[in-house]
């Protein structure tokens, strides 16, 4: 008999990264320590965050937020894809499939709009230095995160209720190591076109309007940078978007590989490779640059330990 909500599949199941048996287990530790240095490296930095008033700024309140997201975006489907390294069977229930496309893409939207607030309050700093209290003040900061929960909450109903929508028969082998529209949408036994226009609309939307926003901003600052007379300063100012900059090139590069492409089997076994980056690399990749390369972290972590050993 078809579930509620017209499918006749209860279950799915993942083929994976890849179906080579003598990869499992060194796939099944390289991702464990890539979520290990995830989980440490995001858990550290809303940490860090969160006790040093020193960091309560504008630049550390969205990176707070990007923090956040990566936790809980790589937490998403890790733990369950380090399962399915060491189980026979990749088997995931229909309910917690959808669950998993919910969370995936409202974290993975989310994130697209906290780094392009990033990109503004970096504009803001470095072209309008005089006017930053005011144009990055805690009401305009507030408001540009909720408004990226807002989209992604908005993107992620769009793409999981159409989802619910489509009715799997027989098929359902997921060519994925996780649930992701495309794989799913190749599984259906009724018409995709409508699942097809929202990817290809809301993806389009939470990638080519933030690029674009980012593209404009470092337009902007790359041109008052060029304008400071002194080599120092110039040092100065790119450092303070050196970060940001590769964290941009890492997701939306990635990201922008496996959504703006029409899908095929050839296709998903590439796009694959690339889902690693924007799931599992990005995330670790992120607490990295803004931990190492930051100053004021390093500071405050120095701060902080300090602050335990005089405790103790």
């Known amino acids: 008999m078809a579930t509620e909500n017209g499918s006749f599949v209860t279950k799915f199941i993942l083929v994976g ?9 060194p796939l099944f530790f390289l991702f464990l320590a890539m979520y290990i240095i995830t989980v440490l490296g995001n858990s550290g930095l809303l940490t860090l965050i969160g006790l040093n008033s020193h960091l309560q700024t504008p630049m550390y309140f969205f990176l707070f937020n990007l923090s956040f997201i990566d936790l809980c975006y790589s937490s998403v489907f890790t733990p369950k894809m380090l399962i399915n390294f060491i189980s026979k069977k990749n088997i995931i229930s229909y309910q917690g499939c959808m669950a998993q496309l919910y969370f995936f893409c409202f974290f993975a939207i989310s994130e697209c709009y906290v780094l392009t607030s990033m990109a503004y309050d970096r504009y803001v700093a470095i072209c309008n ?19 990226s929960y807002l989209m992604a909450f908005s993107g992620a109903m769009a793409h999981t ?12 082998t997921i060519n994925h190591y996780f649930c992701d529209v495309i794989p799913l949408l190749q599984l259906s036994c009724t018409s995709t076109h409508v ?24 337009g902007f600052i790359l041109c008052s940078i060029l304008q ?10 790119f450092s303070t978007c050196s970060s940001h900059i590769i964290a941009v090139l890492l997701f939306f590069g990635s990201f922008s590989f496996m959504y703006l492409q029409p899908s095929s089997a050839g296709f998903m076994n590439e796009g694959k490779i690339s889902s690693v980056f924007y799931t599992n690399v990005v995330p ?10 930051n100053k004021d972290v390093k500071l405050a972590l120095r701060k902080t330990r300090r602050s335990r050993n005089f405790l103790s």
Do not use: H, W
């Not at 990264?17 to 287990?25: A, E, P, V």
């Not at 939470?206 to 690029?211: A, D, F, L, Q, T």
């Open 17 to 25: 990264l890849t179906d080579n048996s003598d990869l499992q287990l």
């Open 129 to 147: 230095p005089l006017l930053y209290n005011i144009a990055m003040s805690p009401k305009v900061c507030s408001n540009l995160v909720f408004g």
């Open 161 to 172: 209720g159409c989802m619910l929508r489509l009715t799997f028969c027989d098929a359902n």
């Open 195 to 218: 699942n097809e226009l929202v990817v290809f609309i809301v993806s389009g939307i939470n990638i080519i309007v933030p690029s674009f926003t980012i593209f404009n901003s470092y």
């Open 228 to 237: 400071i007379n002194s080599t120092e300063g110039r040092f100065k100012a």
């Open 284 to 293: 670790m990749m992120n607490a990295l640059i803004y931990s190492l390369r």
